[in-house]
């Protein structure tokens, strides 16, 4: 079952319908007869087509012990209404029709997945599943952070240089002015910032 399915990456689970039972009042005041009461269906049963398989079951007599069968449902949810004849056990009705009908299902799994950058197929245990997916998003998130220090790192030289140019700004512009061209006036401020042992970062 579903311990297998997470214990090795291979196996099923089981799916029921949610049922229960109630005794229905007739109409024309007779005995009140029990019935199976189902309110939830299993993930990807189609209710017509289920309804249409009981009363299929029914009138073959491969099910017994069902007098009516109805769809209550509504806005509010689902409601189907198994009717059982009096002498029916509810209990013997309700393994019977999970046992012959889609009110219970199966859902096979198999946890593979590619790995070695998508080339080696691998079965993962659910734990495992979760120790590669989180060493995955650590690595995912070193490399973007180391990325990102790197821009930040190039931004500071960059603002370093500014800001000295700024506290130095006449004496900047002074060079820029004097300068032939802009290729002088770079390898000015370039010079004048080596010999005072710093740089502007300018290019």
Do not use: C, W
């Not at 309804?51 to 806005?75: F, P």
């Not at 931004?155 to 002015?177: N, S």
């Amino acid at each position: 079952g579903s311990r297998a399915l997470y214990a090795t990456g291979n196996g099923g689970v089981v799916v029921r319908a949610v049922t229960h039972v109630e005794q229905i009042v007739a109409k024309r005041g007779g005995k009140p007869r029990s019935a199976i009461v189902v309110t939830e269906l299993p993930y990807q049963v189609n209710k017509a087509t289920l309804l249409e398989r009981i009363a299929d079951l029914v009138n073959e007599k491969k099910i017994e012990g069902v007098a009516d069968l109805r769809d209550e449902s509504d806005r509010d949810g689902i409601r189907v209404v198994i009717e059982l004849k009096r002498d029916a056990v509810a209990a013997v009705v309700q393994n019977n029709l999970f046992k012959k009908t889609s009110l219970q299902t199966s859902f096979s799994g198999n946890f593979l997945a590619l790995m070695g950058s998508g080339t080696i197929p691998q079965r993962f245990t659910l734990r495992s599943a979760l120790d590669t997916f989180l060493d995955f998003r650590f690595t995912t998130i070193r490399r973007r952070s180391a990325y990102q220090l790197t821009k930040v790192d190039a931004r500071i030289h960059i603002v370093d240089g500014l800001l000295k140019a700024l506290a130095r700004a006449d004496d900047v512009i002074e060079t820029v002015r004097s300068a032939s061209d802009n290729n002088a006036a770079r390898d000015a401020l370039m010079s004048e910032e080596e010999d005072d042992g710093g740089g502007l970062g300018l290019s």
